[in-house]
């Protein structure tokens, strides 16, 4: 019965071929745009890191200028990075599980062989526990030892594309590689990974590459590394050095913890304040007391990383995929009143209502999937197209199955909805009054 | 022909009729919406940097090695680079207008740190940095060539005598008064004096409210990553990049030349948001006016078939073609008028919660009764072929059974 009913849905598609083509359009032409802005909805404001990202918190301490907030919008906000001094003092307490401090810099890299010219690098300079905390995926080696940050060692972990540049993919463990005029020996190399969004590091970007390479934050001092991401200041400093620009009350490090549990957040923010209060004595840290932790979709709240506009097209494409079924409500409604007399005949006949429905909502099924699986295409399309708009990342900007499911899913129940009114309608007619009309 | 006929027509058909009102209701709240954000981001784009964007090209070098000499490299750089035929100016900068990255900092009227200073992006550049960009002095002088030092990233430099300001910024500093000749105070409360007002130009973030903003220090900023800006002659830009970027290749190993490329393509990534939004909006309502256009054909152009009878008998009563496609075309202006009407209200909501929502400005009711006309002129084009079709059955169907 339901090939029959496939069978006649096709046919009476055929017969309309316009009709027909004008439905399908709309219902692909509603899911192909309101798929494509969703996916980047969902890519934007999706769980980066979903299994901890409940325990994993950015740290933020008030240091900032005792007259005025560091965020007039958000008088309640400290500062969104800390200060070398206090990262780094924070890191020798760690009161975590595990912790890092980070900041975004870049190193001239000087291949051994003759041919290649140096070239400029992204690095992230972190402790060993950023590895461990993100679930950062390797290939070969791994992140270095505790001994490696306390003693600044010149250690370092590639990339898989920045492995592949330099060692040709191969294994490169225990290879030396010059930056800076320092002899750095290789560790590990990461596998493909991309957090979407990089949630480690909203300030700098939250949808961009992950950093080519990632070196001991102890090497900070001896190498003289600078930040490359953004630095804020408040405070008139007279910095002639390396030594006092580290010292001074610029912010500009990132710190990260992750806790046992999400429930030892407030325990938490008690060791941050009792460090403040030491500062105090110190003479730092004037604003009232305001140390917080953020966990990872917080953090991407704060940094406001889900676009508005990607809102907006949201909203706007879903306003669209109505018009899309009000368009295919009434051309089902013209159809299916333009095919009386043949349904007046098949009742007569002896064809039931409830066979007929059944064979109406066969029809506008078959008209939904066809459109959802070209809408998915144009969505593919769609999705293409907004990557190369904005520059994203090769791979960045794509359709998961949780996507593609919702498409179809929405396709189908959309044609439905689309379907069901005018197939009640169909099955009212009186079959007498229409046949006596011929 | 009056209207009851037509009426009459129409609630025979209710549900098809309300259907296409509702459609065209929401095609109205979606387009004006969408249009208006078009205009909005098209106009932000268009702003006038007050910088010859087409004829700049910007130069990232950075030198390696413990001997190398960044004063001596940022010498030769800039000589070469001038040595070159077709460019017009150049300089060493710290940072790049339109990049995206920049340097910000607050300025006073009164050395008083109680008093919330004035935010604008700062500048350090040459003599030869406003000709560089293209950028116009509108009174007072630029910097004399002795007041121009490197700037080494170890040192403190105290603040300079004479800085630059665009007329933007000297008025959020001084409102009516004059600027020229002011003294203004840095955050370390040590004063400067204005000497020259750059008529108008673009800071660093394109998305920033006090984007005309800009003050200007004297300076050579001899840093890490030494970033040059060049002007060259009209139309030679595309033809001097590689050139640029092979001569400094060349001419000193000990430095990467880390990009060479024209201040438009910054510009342009520094929009790109914008840029992404407006086309995306702009294929979404063709794509949405192209479906309501055909989908109104189609309809018109099936109910036609389906009242060629009722049309026959018309004729055959003596109504002329002209009043056919007048009863079909008047049929489609009362549906999409009753839709736009419907949309008006529509169009409001949808702008009220973009507005709350996502912190977009204010729809310009001027919008609404240019969307209403734009629609009554799609629609009526829609039905006019269905019209003239019905308009050409000949009378005699009306008698000949089917």
């Given at each position: 019965m339901f090939s029959y009913n496939v069978k006649l849905a096709v046919k009476s598609m055929r017969r309309n071929p316009i009709m027909t083509a004008l439905m399908v359009a709309a219902i692909a032409v509603g899911i192909g745009v309101s798929m494509t802005t969703l996916t980047v909805h969902h890519l934007m404001s999706g769980d980066p890191i979903p299994r901890k990202s409940d325990v994993l918190f950015a740290v933020t301490m008030d240091s900032w200028d005792p007259l005025r907030p560091f965020d007039d919008d958000h008088p309640e906000r400290a500062p969104h990075q800390l200060t070398y001094g206090d990262a780094e003092r924070l890191l020798a307490i760690a009161a975590g599980k595990r912790q890092t401090a980070m900041f975004e810099s870049s190193l001239i890299i000087e291949p051994s062989g003759g041919d290649e010219l140096p070239f400029e690098a992204g690095a992230r300079v972190t402790a060993n526990d950023f590895f461990a905390m993100f679930d950062v995926p390797f290939i070969y080696g791994g992140g270095w030892d505790d001994s490696a940050d306390e003693a600044a060692e010149a250690v370092v972990v590639l990339t898989k594309e920045l492995n592949e540049r330099?060692?040709?993919?191969?294994?490169?463990?225990g290879k030396r590689l010059t930056m800076q005029d320092t002899r750095f020996q290789v560790v590990g190399v990461i596998d493909?990974?991309?957090?979407?969004?990089?949630?480690?590091?909203?300030?700098?970007?939250?949808f961009q590459e992950v950093n080519e390479l990632f070196i001991p934050f102890s090497l900070t001092r001896s190498l003289e590394l600078i930040s490359t991401g953004s630095d804020w200041g408040w405070k008139v400093e007279d910095i002639t050095s390396f030594e006092q620009w580290i010292n001074s009350e610029a912010v500009w490090v990132q710190y990260f913890t992750e806790l046992e549990?999400?429930?030892d957040r407030s325990e938490y923010v008690a060791h941050l304040d009792a460090y403040v209060e030491e500062q105090k004595k110190l003479g730092?840290?004037?604003?009232?007391m305001n140390n917080n932790v953020y966990d990872v979709m917080e953090w991407m709240d704060y940094h406001e990383v889900v676009a508005n506009d990607a809102g907006v097209l949201v909203g706007l494409s879903f306003l669209f995929l109505v018009v899309c079924l009000l368009s295919t409500v009434a051309l089902l409604l013209t159809k299916f009143v333009g095919r009386k007399s043949e349904i007046s005949l098949r009742r007569a006949l002896g064809a039931s209502r409830r066979v007929i429905f059944k064979q109406q909502i066969v029809e506008v099924a078959v008209i939904g999937l066809t459109g959802g699986l070209i809408g998915l295409l144009l969505a593919v399309l769609g999705l293409k197209g907004i990557g190369y708009l904005y520059e994203?990342?090769?791979?960045?900007?794509r359709l998961d199955w949780v996507m593609v499911g919702t498409a179809i899913a929405v396709s189908i129940t959309s044609g439905m909805l689309a379907g069901l009114y005018p197939a009640w309608r169909v099955c009212r007619i009186a079959p007498a009054a229409e046949l006596k009309t011929q | 022909m009056g209207f009851r006929p037509m009426v009459s027509a129409l609630m025979r058909n209710k549900t098809g009729a309300i259907l296409v009102a509702l459609q065209v209701a929401v095609t109205l709240a979606i387009v004006i919406n969408a249009l208006f954000i078009i205009v909005k981001r098209v106009e932000k784009m268009n702003?006038?940097?007050?910088?010859?964007?087409?004829?700049v090209i910007i130069t990232y070098v950075r030198g390696f090695g413990a001997d190398f000499d960044v004063v001596d490299s940022i010498t030769n750089d800039i000589d070469l680079i001038k040595s070159i035929?077709?460019?017009v100016a150049a300089t060493v900068s710290n940072h790049v207008p339109l990049s995206g990255s920049g340097s910000g900092t607050g300025l006073r009227v009164?050395?008083?740190?109680?008093v919330d200073a004035v935010g604008t992006a700062r500048y350090r550049w040459s003599e030869e940095g406003l000709d560089a960009l293209g950028a116009k002095l509108s009174r007072g002088r630029n910097f004399y060539p002795e007041e121009v030092d490197y700037i080494l990233p170890e040192s403190n430099p105290p603040a300079p005598p004479s800085i630059l300001v665009t007329q933007e910024l000297a008025d959020d500093l001084f409102?009516?008064?004059?600027?020229?000749g002011k003294t203004v105070y840095w955050g370390s409360m040590e004063p400067s004096t204005i000497v020259g007002i750059i008529g108008h130009m673009h800071g660093s973030w394109?998305?920033?409210?006090?984007?005309g903003n800009v003050v200007v220090q004297p300076g050579k900023p001899a840093y890490t990553t030494n970033k040059y800006i060049i002007r060259v002659e009209t139309g030679l830009r595309d033809e001097l990049i590689p050139i640029i970027e092979q001569k400094l290749g060349e001419s000193n190993?000990?430095?990467?030349?880390k990009s060479v490329r024209s201040l438009e393509d910054m510009a342009a990534r520094s929009y790109r948001r914008d840029r992404g939004m407006a086309i995306i909006l702009t294929v979404v309502i063709s794509l949405l006016i192209g479906l309501t256009a055909l989908v109104i054909v189609g309809l018109s152009s099936f109910h036609v078939t389906q009242r060629t009878k009722q049309i026959g008998t018309r004729r055959a009563l003596g109504a002329r073609r002209i009043d056919i496609v007048r009863q079909f075309m008047l049929e489609n202006w009362l549906i999409t008028t009753a839709g736009a009407a419907l949309g008006i209200v529509l169009t409001i909501a949808v702008a009220y919660w973009l507005e709350i929502?996502?912190?977009?400005?204010?729809?310009?009711?001027?919008?609404l009764p240019a969307g209403i006309v734009g629609l009554w002129i799609l629609s009526a084009l829609a039905v006019v072929v269905p019209a003239q079709r019905a308009a050409s059955v000949p009378p005699a169907v009306a008698t000949r059974s089917i």
């Open positions: 330099l060692f040709g993919g191969r294994d490169s463990v493909e990974w991309e957090p979407t969004p990089r949630f480690y590091d909203p300030i700098n970007g939250g549990s999400p429930g730092r840290f004037e604003r009232p994203a990342p090769p791979g960045l900007v | 702003r006038d940097p007050g910088i010859d964007v087409e004829n035929p077709g460019v009164v050395a008083d740190e109680t409102g009516d008064d004059d600027a020229l394109v998305n920033w409210d006090k984007l190993r000990r430095r990467v030349v929502s996502f912190e977009l400005p204010r729809l310009d009711w001027r919008y």
